[in-house]
Nanobody, 115 residues
Framework: QVQLVESGGGLVQAGGSLRLSCAAS????????MAWYRQPPGKQRELVAS???????NYADSVKGRFTISRDNAKNTVYLQMNSLKPEDTAVYYC?????????WGKGTLVTVSS
């Protein structure tokens, strides 16, 4: 089992920045993929960014150039630096970890961007 705990959400004005963190604990394997998803109000959950154990990254087109995903393998933590935030970035942000064919989710952290 893997437990994921997100933190860092909150209320920010458009153009501002936030940094989300996701701490993983439990049976963490060396080779895994960690990712951030988000679910805007009334919409489906969507991939924001992902990062592999060897630091390959992937981003949704809507956040390229504004968001940066990173990880600290020693701390089993993944981060999402969000800059130039827009009201349409408002969502619950979820952390996901995939290893050995299993997926684990955190409970999410709310990000609200005011215009």
């Amino acid at each position: 089992q893997v437990q994921l705990v997100e933190s860092g959400g909150g209320l920010v004005q458009a153009g501002g920045s936030l940094r989300l963190s996701c701490a993983a604990s439990g049976n963490i394997r060396i080779f895994n993929v960690m990712a951030w998803y988000r679910q805007p109000p009334g919409k489906q959950r969507e991939l924001v960014a992902s990062i592999t154990s060897d630091m390959y990254t992937n981003y949704a087109d809507s956040v390229k150039g504004r968001f940066t995903i990173s990880r600290d393998n020693a701390k089993n933590t993944v981060y999402l630096q969000m800059n130039s935030l827009k009201p349409e970035d408002t969502a619950v942000y979820y952390c996901k970890e995939v290893q050995a064919g299993m997926s684990y989710w955190g409970k999410g952290t709310l990000v609200t961007v005011s215009s």
